[in-house]
């Protein structure tokens, strides 16, 4: 028997360990019982001998068995040798595999998807993930910050309290051109990534292949943005690689940040050039067939409207017969209401007084609708309203009372349905703002001093331009000193104006009948002192434009559409578990974020210069 001993107290506490029962003896019986003790360390002696003679029979068997077979016993070494091999390197494979994996070497090696011979890898899908996760998060957050908690889910979708894995993604994915279940928010920008990663891709090749280069200023302004997140990394004490890796996740670096910024301007230049090569390529034959199948959609129309509701109180509980007749009740009251209001409408202002004295809350930018369409009229009046204001029946000034969903429209007929056949123009200006002005552009009470101190700054830039006349100059000017936020990165240019489009003063000058192109003043409208530079008039019609528009746009689509198709030159083929591999490092990444988020939510103040800018 083996026999364990241990001092507890004052007592030696002996335990056969055979039959797991503990004795306990004072330190007198433990040494008076001493031919107990004789008896176990005989019982010992012969029970160690036994295991001797047990060892030394094993020994000449295996000494024997190795005489007979010495390849067997050569052979397990050899097996152990491997072994031990195989594990080192299994172990200095791992730690190299976790050394490569933190620097993004896996990422800037395994391809994430090809788009027919073109290939991305793991890194450009990582980047442009992360762009599309941080454009929803960002809109969301906004939202939530200016119009209140909640508001940013309500209308993006995304919560920005939960991560993408956490919350179900409820948007349309008829777009997303995949087969893939879109469960969570994480699947949706999955699939998104590897769209625009195709898009970019096909284009940008597209784009090389047709002789497109970037540009100084396009060059320009890709190091700019590389040297704003410099910028942010050095005042977060990162090393610029680090810090984009943060952002964007593993594998992407400012190499690969800056070929992704590449390809994005080199693929919308491209898509440009090509929507302009399908525009000018339209007929006017294919201009006039599309007028004639879709009319509504390219005709204009002035009206003044408002709806008189039809407000049936009809309780919780009441029968379908009854919710039915005071329905039909409610109508009633509010079409003899409709009919009591045009009855007392000659005019449009009529009609505007009438709309306010039934709602004083009206203004005349709601009830006033001019230069409008008919699916401006369907979306804010119904259908019902839209269709008898073009009907070809109509003449102006007359009066209208049409049943709608929910009540009846109070409609007057300012100007029939018609082809616009006006020209729309090219302008440039340069604003000198009145700074007291309100949002609606609103003097407040400028005095002739002050206003003479903005005129004079005018003055001075244009007498600048007429020393050297050029519409070059005139750009240049602009954007040097226009305070137009919309146009002064343009040389104060604006496109296509139509009528109507502009303030009052600005729309005037731009449409006067002398108007000739390099034609040049200065102008004061409620906004400031404008210097003025009429560039020209459009080469067709306002509605002739709308409708080239509408089928350059749908041409481009289908073009679009075959390019990217399953049998079109840049078919996508996901490398589906490399994919799978790098959301798991996504995820990580995302989790970060959320952790962060939340703690920069609880965190009422910056303590240092060195607080996260990342999340």
Not at 61 to 82: F, H, L, S
Not at 262 to 268: G, I, V
Request: aromatic share 10%.
């Amino acid at each position: 028997y083996e026999i364990g001993v241990r001092l507890v107290g004052s007592e030696m506490c002996i335990r056969d360990r055979n039959v797991s029962v503990y004795q306990y003896f004072t330190e007198d019986h433990f040494v008076k019982d001493e031919n107990l003790m004789e008896n176990k360390q005989r019982e010992k002696s012969a029970a160690e001998a036994y295991r001797e003679e047990r060892k030394q029979r094993m020994a000449k068997a295996a000494k024997k068995q190795t005489k007979k077979n010495p390849k067997a016993a050569k052979a397990g070494r050899i097996v152990g040798k491997v072994i031990a091999i195989v594990l080192a390197v299994a172990i200095c494979l791992a730690a190299v595999g976790g050394i490569l994996n933190f620097f993004g070497v896996p990422q800037k090696v395994l391809k994430a998807a090809k788009f027919g011979s073109e290939k991305d890898n793991v890194a450009t899908y990582n980047y442009y993930y992360m762009t599309l996760y941080n454009y929803y998060y960002n809109m969301s957050n906004q939202y939530d910050t200016y119009y209140g908690k909640g508001m940013g889910k309500m209308y993006t979708g995304y919560d920005t309290s939960k991560t993408p894995m956490d919350q179900e993604y409820t948007g349309d994915t008829s777009s997303l051109n995949t087969d893939e279940e879109i469960k969570t928010w994480a699947d949706f920008l999955r699939v998104s990534a590897l769209n625009y990663m195709q898009s970019y891709t096909a284009y940008a090749d597209l784009a090389r292949k047709n002789g497109l280069t970037l540009n100084d200023e396009e060059k320009a302004e890709i190091d700019e943005r590389v040297s704003s997140i410099k910028k942010s990394a050095d005042n977060n004490d990162f090393s610029l690689d680090r810090y984009i890796q943060k952002i964007y996740g593993k594998g992407v670096t400012e190499k690969v940040l800056r070929a992704a910024l590449e390809d994005s301007t080199l693929a919308s230049k491209y898509a440009q050039q090509k929507q302009s090569e399908i525009s000018d390529a339209i007929t006017n034959d294919e201009i006039v067939a599309e007028y004639e199948a879709n009319p509504n959609n390219y005709t204009t129309l002035s009206v003044s409207a408002f709806k008189v509701s039809a407000n049936a109180n009809v309780d919780s509980n009441a029968t379908d017969e009854e919710k039915t007749a005071a329905n039909t009740a409610a109508m009633s009251e509010a079409k003899a209401s409709a009919d009591k209001y045009a009855a007392n409408v000659k005019s449009a202002d009529d009609l505007l007084k009438q709309a306010q004295s039934y709602n004083s809350s009206l203004t005349s930018s709601s009830v006033v609708l001019s230069d409008t369409t008919y699916s401006s009229i369907s979306s804010s009046l119904g259908s019902a309203a839209a269709d008898w204001a073009v009907s070809s029946d109509r003449k102006v000034g007359e009066v209208g009372v049409i049943e709608v969903d929910g009540g009846y429209v109070v409609m007057y007929i300012t100007a029939t349905a018609h082809l616009d056949e006006t020209r729309a123009v090219n302008v440039r200006h340069i604003l000198f703002q009145f700074k007291s002005t309100d949002s609606s552009g609103s003097t407040a009470n400028l005095t002739d001093e002050q206003k003479t101190e903005y005129y004079n700054k005018a003055k001075t830039v244009y007498d600048q331009y007429l020393a050297n006349p050029t519409e070059d100059n005139f750009a240049a000017l602009a954007n040097s000193n226009s305070d137009d936020t919309g146009s002064n990165t343009k040389g104060g240019l604006y496109e296509n104006v139509k009528p109507g489009q502009m303030v009052t003063q600005f729309n005037d000058w731009c449409f006067d009948s002398s108007r000739k192109p390099g034609d040049t003043d200065i102008i004061e409208t409620t906004y400031g002192y404008h210097i003025m530079y009429f560039v020209g008039t459009a080469d067709e019609t306002v509605w002739k434009a709308k409708v080239r528009s509408t089928l350059a746009t749908s041409k481009f689509e289908e073009f679009d559409k075959e390019l990217v198709s399953d049998t079109g030159d840049y078919a996508k083929k996901a490398n589906k578990s490399v994919i799978k591999w790098t959301s798991k490092n996504q995820e990580k990444l995302l989790k970060t974020y959320a952790v962060n988020s939340k703690y920069n939510s609880k965190t009422t103040s910056t303590t240092s210069s060195n607080a996260s800018t990342l999340y």
